[in-house]
């Protein structure tokens, strides 16, 4: 790694230990920022102005043609003190394309470790030291990301699960299908996790919307406003997301107006209120006492779910496309926004994520 790529990434590790040092939070609150390092990461590679090099992130800095067979990818690996709080970190760039992708090795030795069963969550979250094992030798060394690429195998039948009625715990393991998959070359293997993935995007985002409808009707009636009584989700069917993925270029602020118009919202007139009140968002009880905050909060929760579910999977996993954030990142809000989604995670589960505004495809989206 040359001299200048090692200090960009020296400038992510000092601004986050210097943000958590001025904003003066709790022992516990820092260590689940340290243990969740990988949301702060991910915004600060995709929007993250660097010192030396105004105007462009430091994905956009390793990657000058983002039409090139293969990407630089940068891989995190971190060793967290929790006596102390504090982390130190190593960094190794690798070569990615749909032949030699992590996603797809990830997804092998998931499978091949799943040749025995093992217990799982009724969420078909690993549990024990199989996944504590598994982390240490994945791409992405984040429990997210072994949850996503678990479920992904299992939304597609390459697992199948055991009920167990006697115990708390199911347990899982590689079906048949997915000794099938383990045979296929690794650009087939690729193209299947993709076609799984766009699927499970489009069911996550109309069940996660669902889910919040009825708070969402509490919460606009409050606020003198309604929900249309008929809603349809075509706009996150899987023909839609596979459209955005095979577009070059995307403007998404048309597509979320798209998305709140069919929910009887004005997007733009709680995000500017959001933006405007942005002092208050450190504090649950300061949301909780603004009820149009608190609408706006639960909006922008809404909106930040298209980047759960479809942007961070596609962008940091796949690495499809690559995002543009309607910020620079902003290391203190990021870690105000971790903690007031951890303090309720129902009600702004989605707030650590961030807004894109555009997509750009890499050479590895190319969707048929």
Partial sequence: MSKITANIFSEFEKSLLKNMQELEIMKSQKEYVLKNINIPFRKWLYSGATENNKGKNPF??????????????PKLHVNLNKMQNTFTSKYNLYEISKNNHPLVDDCTKLLKTLSKRIPCSKTNTLLGQTKATLLEDMFFEDAEYL??????CNSIGLTERHNKKTSRYDSIKISEAG??????????KFAVLQTAAINMASNDLKNALAAKAEMLG?????????????????FFSPERLKKLLATKNTNLEEYYDEVFN?????????VDYFNKNADKVGSYENALEDEKLFLSIYIMDIQNMFDTYFVVPFSYYFMS???????????QSTIMEMLLAKENKRMCEHLSYSVPIALTATSIANIN
């Fill in 60 to 73: 956009a800095i390793l990657n000058e043609d983002l039409n090139a067979n293969a990407l630089v990818v």
């Fill in 179 to 188: 000794k099938e998959f383990l045979k296929l070359n690794k650009a087939d």
């Fill in 147 to 152: 949850d996503y690429i678990t479920n992904l």
């Fill in 218 to 234: 509490v919460l606009l009636a409050r606020n003198g406003e309604k929900t249309k009584s008929n809603i349809k989700l075509d």
């Fill in 262 to 270: 069919g929910l009887g919202i004005n997007r733009k007139k709680y």
């Fill in 321 to 331: 496309f690559v995002p543009t954030y309607s910020a620079n990142f902003n290391c």
